[in-house]
């Protein structure tokens, strides 16, 4: 049964573990080879871990994108060549401490949409190659800065050489670099010392299962369903007929209350909110078509 199902898992990532390292031990404890994961937590890093069981892999750019929201601790005074813990530091002299005011003031100029230089250490790829292999190899790396969202970032604590915050941010923004550019910013050099991921969308890290808590008997309880990968995009509930239809790759109208929606992409549903589709809409043509389906009876 167990190797049929579909659906998001949250695991609560322990430290020391890679994201992958979780997805291999959750092979071997469930027999199911079609998993992924939606977003990598660093090694050192704990907390909200989104994987993705059979079908629902085809959903994790969806998982992806959503908010993250993390708790974390900077340390000032020195500089990583990792951005963390793990790599070797280098000591800043700092002469005076920036005082809490200061530390504010960095934190507002981070928030907001801002450009954002991925670390040396990363699971981007250069031709192919992720960065961090390149790093490893002394390999000098062109690295362009991206624009990334910093929806909030909130002072929690601060006792030099500490900075203790909470962050809300979009995809692709690494908490590490983040951590850097503060302590750039404030003159220290800083690095960051300690990472929880709290949530991811709306999965939070109460709701989160340790790797001890899984099993074959217990995971059909376990998983959400694979509408929790769409909980942003417009929704629609379609005929029968019509499901058909874009099944076989024909196009039909779009209902008027669409128009009002700027998605391109939108999910078709039965009236308990399961998946049954990822629909195209075309807003000049008015058209919908079959993106993707998720209920197997329409692929028939």
Do not use: C
Request: hydrophobic share 35%; net charge positive; glycine share 8%.
């Amino acid at each position: 049964m167990a190797g049929t199902l579909s659906g998001f898992l949250v695991i609560n990532k322990p430290s020391g573990w890679t994201s992958f390292d979780v997805v291999a031990k959750l092979r071997t404890i469930t027999g199911i080879a079609k998993i992924g994961h939606a977003g990598t937590l660093d090694p050192f890093a704990t907390g909200v871990l989104v994987v993705a069981f059979n079908r629902a892999t085809l959903l994790i750019d969806y998982i992806q994108q959503q908010k993250k929201y993390y708790t974390g601790r900077i340390k000032l005074g020195q500089i990583s060549e990792t951005d963390d813990t793990e790599g070797h530091k280098t000591t800043i002299p700092v002469t005076n401490p920036p005082d809490e005011n200061s530390v504010r003031l960095t934190l507002a100029r981070m928030t907001g949409t801002i450009r954002q230089l991925p670390p040396r250490y990363s699971a981007l790829k250069v031709k192919g190659t992720r960065m961090y292999n390149l790093a490893r190899q002394g390999k000098h790396v062109e690295r362009k800065p991206r624009t990334v969202r910093i929806y909030s970032l909130a002072l929690e604590h601060y006792d030099y050489p500490h900075i203790s915050i909470t962050a809300e941010v979009g995809a692709g923004t690494y908490i590490r670099a983040l951590a850097r550019d503060i302590g750039e910013d404030l003159g220290t050099g800083g690095y960051l010392e300690q990472l929880t991921r709290t949530q991811v969308g709306d999965l939070t890290l109460n709701e989160a299962h340790s790797l001890g808590d899984v099993s074959v008997a217990g995971l059909p309880g376990m998983l959400y369903p694979l509408s929790t990968a769409v909980e942003s995009l417009p929704k629609i509930i379609l005929s029968e007929r019509e499901l058909g239809q874009l099944a076989i790759g024909q196009s039909i109208t779009a209902p008027n209350a669409l128009q009002k929606q700027e998605a391109d992409t939108v999910a078709a549903i039965d009236r308990s909110g399961s998946l049954r589709m990822l629909i195209s809409f075309d807003r000049r043509q008015n058209q919908l078509k079959n993106k993707k389906i998720f209920d197997m009876s329409l692929a028939r």
